[in-house]
Nanobody, 116 residues
Framework: QVQLVESGGGLVQPGGSLRLSCAAS????????MGWYRQAPGKQRELVAT???????NYADSVKGRFTISRVNAKGTVSLQMNSLKPEDTAVYRC??????????WGQGTQVTVSS
């Protein structure tokens, strides 16, 4: 059974940093792409960053240069280091994993609030 468990959200001041982590359980060696998405109140869900098993990354333009996604394939974990946070980064962040033979799974979400 596949499960994604996130941690690391919270309240931070503008300009601050947070690190989100997500751990997958189950068939971790069958994971293709892992990533982070976010949804702010009243807005559609948007891609933040993704990473393939070979380390190829993709970022939303709004976070390039500020966020860094990383992954440990052997542990089935993906992390998102968020620096220079802005109020517009406030959202619920959800971890996503796409498995070769099982489809896509989502974490439960973690709140990130950037406010002074």
């Amino acid at each position: 059974q596949v499960q994604l468990v996130e941690s690391g959200g919270g309240l931070v001041q503008p300009g601050g940093s947070l690190r989100l982590s997500c751990a997958a359980s189950g068939s971790i060696f069958s994971i293709n792409v892992m990533g982070w998405y976010r949804q702010a109140p009243g807005k559609q869900r948007e891609l933040v960053a993704t990473i393939t098993g070979s380390g190829i990354t993709n970022y939303a333009d709004s976070v390039k240069g500020r966020f860094t996604i990383s992954r440990v394939n052997a542990k089935g974990t993906v992390s998102l280091q968020m620096n220079s946070l802005k109020p517009e980064d406030t959202a619920v962040y959800r971890c996503n994993a796409v498995f070769f033979n099982l489809g896509a799974y989502w974490g439960q979400g973690t709140q990130v609030t950037v406010s002074s």
